[in-house]
């Protein structure tokens, strides 16, 4: 069974840094999209980024050039880099996994595994 755990989140000022860890145990034999999305109090979940196993990205608008999905197969971790934080990315943030046979990934997608998620606090 594919289990996500992440960790990193915490309470940060405007302008700072944070990078959210997600610890995948998953099949080594299969290839997976691997995806973060945040969800706001009162607001609806929303794709953050993903990425495919062999490393292409993908972007929502609002946190391209600020933030950074990256993965390090060696220990099966998924990275959010996260500059420039601003208050409006207050969320509990997820990290979420599908299995794939294609070359790129979508948050689009219906992603089967995920995470209990990580607090990100931006204060202004």
């Known amino acids: 069974q594919v289990q996500l755990v992440e960790s990193g989140g915490g309470s940060v000022q405007a302008g700072g840094s944070l990078r959210l860890s997600c610890a995948a145990s998953v099949y080594r034999s299969s290839r997976y999209c691997m995806a973060w999305f945040r969800q706001a109090p009162g607001k609806e979940r929303e794709g953050v980024a993903a990425?495919?196993?062999?490393?292409?990205?993908t972007y929502a608008d609002s946190v391209k050039g600020r933030f950074t999905i990256s993965q390090d197969s060696a220990k099966a971790t998924v990275y959010l880099q996260m500059n420039g934080v601003q208050p409006e990315d207050t969320a509990m943030y997820y990290c979420?996994?599908?299995?794939?046979?294609?070359?790129?990934?979508?948050?689009?997608?219906?992603?089967?595994?995920w995470g209990k998620g990580t607090q990100v606090t931006v204060s202004s």
């Open positions: 979420a996994a599908v299995e794939t046979y294609g070359s790129a990934c979508s948050t689009k997608y219906e992603y089967a595994y």
């Open positions: 990425l495919v196993s062999d490393g292409s990205t």
